[in-house]
């Protein structure tokens, strides 16, 4: 098949973005490319574009919106920045993703992609017991070099790879098996075992990917990566888990609710 002829076969029936009714405001100081994207990256996140989706034709857009063909060519070229739509050649313009806001919040990754439509998967990389490393102990509160199991998973949405996850668990705490950790998140499996999350200690930072994380993560080597460690604790103020993970920053961010003090 030609790439003509695949375009038109995998073009639109109806383009989607005619159902959201797109609009611009001349008289705003906000540039017309910038207020289109953002209502294309909008109507991404709530679900109205869906992944998959394919866009119409970027002049039949700029006609229907009365705007140039650079202006809304550049609006696209924001979202393909922000990984949100990819070019495909022979195809047209798709809709990747939406990027996980995060709320910074006693949460599992597992629990918020399910809430976000993202059809989480898992990956178990490693399954095993080992001893605790004196920061590891110091975060559980157990001696050094003694038993604790660690996990070490790869988080995917739709199929493409979000995080990487090594979190360390007291020993006999919970049953852990493969089959289970890539059936569901950790924390429902805290929960099913009977136990109670309470409260946790959290920071967040960022850095470069070295090479192997980037590989997992399908980013360049030295792409940007955001961090995080968390050491969970349960209604008795046992220490229940240590994580320590790294997110793809392209398709991850952190959301804080500031408020301001009395």
Not at 49 to 77: C, D
Not at 159 to 178: F, K, S, V, Y
Not at 212 to 221: T, W
Request: charged share 25%; glycine share 8%.
């Amino acid at each position: 098949m030609t790439e003509q002829a695949a375009a038109k076969a995998a073009k639109p029936a109806v383009d989607p973005t005619v159902a959201l009714h797109l609009g611009v405001d001349r008289s705003s100081p906000v540039p017309l490319y910038f207020q289109l994207s953002q209502q294309l990256e909008a109507a991404i996140e709530r679900g109205a574009l869906t992944p998959g989706s394919l866009l119409g034709n970027e002049i039949e857009l700029a006609g229907r919106l009365g705007l140039s063909r650079p202006t809304v060519r550049q609006a696209i070229q924001s979202l393909v920045d922000k990984g949100l739509l990819v070019r495909r050649r022979g195809v047209g313009t798709q809709v990747v993703h939406s990027q996980v806001k995060r709320p910074l919040e006693l949460s599992s990754l597992y629990d918020d992609l399910e809430a976000a439509g993202q059809r989480p998967e898992t990956r178990v990389l490693r399954n095993v017991v080992e001893p605790a490393s004196a920061e590891t102990a110091a975060a559980l509160g157990v001696a050094e070099g003694s038993d604790v199991h660690l996990v070490e998973r790869l988080r995917l949405a739709h199929g493409e790879p979000m995080a990487h996850l090594r979190n360390h668990i007291p020993a006999g705490l919970l049953p852990l098996d493969t089959e289970r950790l890539e059936a569901t998140g950790l924390y429902r499996l805290m929960r099913a075992a009977g136990i109670t999350l309470h409260s946790a200690r959290q920071s967040v930072g960022a850095r470069a990917a070295g090479a192997e994380e980037a590989e997992l993560l399908a980013e360049p080597a030295g792409a940007p990566v955001l961090t995080m460690r968390r050491t969970t604790f349960d209604d008795t103020g046992r220490a229940v888990e240590y994580g320590s993970h790294i997110y793809r920053a392209s398709r991850y961010s952190f959301e804080f609710q500031l408020l301001v003090r009395p």
